[in-house]
């Protein structure tokens, strides 16, 4: 029987967790890593399709991969402005580690795309959990060179396959500000019978 009072408890490390690209060394590695990533692969996966795929980038490595970023994006926006790629050299040469978010998809399969993706997407979140667990941190980024076909096959990515994003990976930094949370109150509500559900968050919003 599970007790329902209120303690210190690992809900109290989900609870305190944040994304921030204010990362400084180390980043996890070797068993640590692995271990982390593991967490991904316990996420729920409808029909067992696994479409995790991680492509870790570290050391002087990141640099080049930021260029190929940048690469990607130009071949989309040709006239890209350059504080736009100084931003992604600045980000991603900055972080300790990048983890690539690679998801393999099965196209036409009675597993819904949209499900392999949100088993993607649910690993990338263990991921972030598990970094915070063991005293990391990270951010998820994303841009339009995650549907770029070169940058695809150069990070081993078919056609059919999908980039969610990049995690900037490392050690939070000891001056992060506390981020203001949301009230959980404005987004649930009880179902009844007869009734439609309404949520607060929805209130005064353009439909």
């Not at 060394?25 to 068993?31: D, H, Q, V, W």
């Not at 930021?66 to 040709?78: C, D, G, N, T, Y």
């Not at 736009?84 to 050299?89: D, L, R, V, W």
């Not at 203001?180 to 005064?204: H, L, M, T």
């Amino acid at each position: 029987m599970h007790s329902q009072s209120l303690t210190a408890s690992n809900l109290d490390m989900l609870l305190s967790r944040m994304s921030t690209d204010s990362l400084q060394e180390p980043a996890p590695n070797g068993e640590m890593l692995e271990l982390i990533l593991a967490t991904a692969l316990r996420a729920p996966d409808h029909g067992k399709l696994r479409p995790w795929r991680y492509i870790i980038v570290e050391g002087e490595a990141r640099i080049a991969f930021a260029q190929e970023v940048i690469a990607a994006l130009k071949r989309k926006v040709p006239d890209l402005p350059e504080e736009k790629t100084n931003k992604i050299i600045s980000r991603f040469s900055a972080a300790p580690a990048l983890i690539a978010l690679g998801i393999h998809l099965r196209p036409n399969h009675k597993i819904p795309e949209l499900e392999q993706i949100m088993t993607s997407a649910a690993g990338a979140m263990n991921i972030l959990n598990g970094l915070h667990a063991q005293g990391f941190g990270g951010l998820w980024v994303s841009g339009a060179y995650c549907d770029e076909p070169e940058l695809m096959h150069k990070l081993g990515l078919s056609s059919t396959d999908q980039l969610a994003g990049i995690l900037l990976v490392g050690t939070p930094s000891n001056d992060l500000k506390k981020p203001r949370r949301p009230n959980i109150k404005d987004y649930v509500a009880y179902w009844q019978e007869g009734e439609i559900p309404s949520f607060n968050a929805d209130k005064g919003e353009k439909k």
